[in-house]
């Protein structure tokens, strides 16, 4: 689409409702006899600030979509979803087509929210069944928030058994965990499986990085061969970083040079993407190669304009070859970048304790705790509590290092400005 029409697109963008919980605007396209749903994905930084999954993408495709944007990370169980989805449901009355669409928590929406909105068809890539411990127990993902879930309990009209009109089409990879959420979807409900080994979670990026999804969605979108447009991607794989790293990533330690290689193939066929280099980064930190696997990382922090998400593995290399300093200021600059998120902190504070700074550690851990009262965190900040007790009546004060601490201020404080 051009300038213009994406303009006017934009332009006739409109609010089809609004909560506290949720936005859902919809954006018409040139085409408006069908419309997809889509919803909105896990995100570091929730809110209605963001655009919607996939609206850049459907927009310059020439698609009407609607977008269900939710104010946090707690799986659509707000009271009012079915309320939001009704309202969906209404103003796409007498459309032809009606798609669903959705990436790991959004697909775990697209599957379960399909049959509300009135859908013909549906995408779901890597979806949850549920990340109720009840309903999904081998689910160790997002603890955080499955544990804040259950304290809030679980809305049964959302989360119960899935109820679908249509057999939905369900992209994922049967290597990693979720094929055990797709064996579980279909305890409900058919599916029409499109599986795509050892891509990781979720398969998006893959499927993106090698042109597939846009056929993909399209033929499901027309009621075409989606299933047959899957198995002739299938040789694409082979120039895909997501599955090169992947893959190299599974390796066994006896064959970690066998990784390397694959990494370094990742890397070859997709130069100006994070992931290879990312993957192969992390393989050269457990070969031992750190002053190698620490430029990649800066590297990759370069071309991502320092994402949080590349951050810990970098924080760790630095650990690794012994760089104290260079460690915590990464540490540091992660937490700061996941300000809610209870294993950052909680990380944070056993790189800090195990360094010596001990205040700034039990900040950290405590943080973990406000943020997620689990056992395990609970369990760490009792001991780092413990410890310092004992230090105290032994009359030694917590080590200190403020030299190196000073610096470590100034260093992050330059680097957050920058």
């Known amino acids: 689409m051009n300038s213009v029409a994406s303009a006017r697109a934009e332009a006739e963008s409109r609010t089809i409702y609004q909560s506290d919980t949720l936005l859902v605007r919809g954006v018409a396209g040139p085409d408006r006899t069908g419309w997809i749903?889509?919803?909105?994905?896990?995100?570091?930084?929730p809110g209605f600030a963001q655009h919607g999954f996939g609206e850049a993408f459907l927009r310059d495709e020439g698609y009407s979509a609607v977008h269900v944007l939710c104010c946090d990370n707690r799986w659509y169980q707000y009271p009012d979803m079915l309320r939001a989805c009704a309202a969906v449901r209404q103003a796409l009355a007498g459309a032809e087509r009606i798609l669903t669409y959705g990436s790991s928590m959004g697909a775990y929406a697209a599957l379960r929210l399909g049959k509300a909105v009135g859908a013909t068809a549906t995408l779901a890539i890597s979806p949850q069944y549920s990340i109720d411990p009840a309903k999904a127990p081998w689910e160790w993902r997002w603890n955080q928030y499955k544990d804040a879930l259950g304290r809030c309990g679980w809305l049964e009209e959302i989360d119960g058994p899935i109820d679908s009109a249509i057999v939905p089409y369900v992209a994922f990879d049967p290597t990693d965990l979720d094929l055990r959420h797709v064996e579980r979807i279909e305890q409900d409900i058919p599916i029409r499986r499109l599986p795509f080994p050892h891509v990781g979670h979720p398969a998006t990026g893959y499927l993106g990085e090698i042109d597939l999804l846009r056929p993909l969605l399209r033929a499901i979108y027309d009621g075409g061969d989606a299933l047959a447009?899957?198995?002739?991607?299938r040789e694409r794989r082979r120039t895909s970083s997501f599955y090169l790293g992947t893959l190299a990533s599974?390796?066994?330690a006896c064959r970690l040079n066998s990784a390397i290689r694959l990494a370094e193939t990742a890397v070859i066929h997709r130069p100006q993407g994070p992931m290879g280099h990312y993957n192969l980064a992390k393989l050269l930190t457990r070969a031992g190669r750190h002053t190698e696997a620490i430029a990649i990382h800066a590297r990759v922090a370069e071309m991502t304009d320092r994402a949080a998400m590349y951050l810990p593995d970098h924080a760790?290399?630095?650990?690794?070859?012994?760089?104290?300093?260079?460690?915590?200021?990464?540490a540091m600059e992660t937490a700061s970048k996941f300000p809610d998120a209870a294993h950052i902190h909680h990380w944070l504070a056993h790189l800090l304790w195990r360094f010596g700074d001990r205040g700034r550690a039990l900040q950290a851990a405590r943080r973990a705790v406000a943020v997620d009262p689990s056992p395990s965190f609970r369990a760490s900040l009792e001991r780092?509590?413990?410890e310092l007790r004992q230090s105290a009546g032994a009359g030694r004060a917590p080590a200190r290092r403020s030299g190196w601490i000073r610096r470590l201020g100034a260093r992050l404080a330059a680097r957050i400005s920058g």
Do not use: C, T, Y
Not at 229 to 233: D, T
């Open 37 to 45: 749903v889509s919803f909105d994905h896990f995100r570091n930084e």
């Open 229 to 233: 447009i899957a198995r002739a991607g």
């Open 250 to 252: 599974k390796q066994p």
């Open 316 to 330: 760790d290399a630095l650990a690794a070859a012994g760089d104290m300093e260079g460690a915590v200021a990464v």
């Open 384 to 386: 780092f509590e413990a």
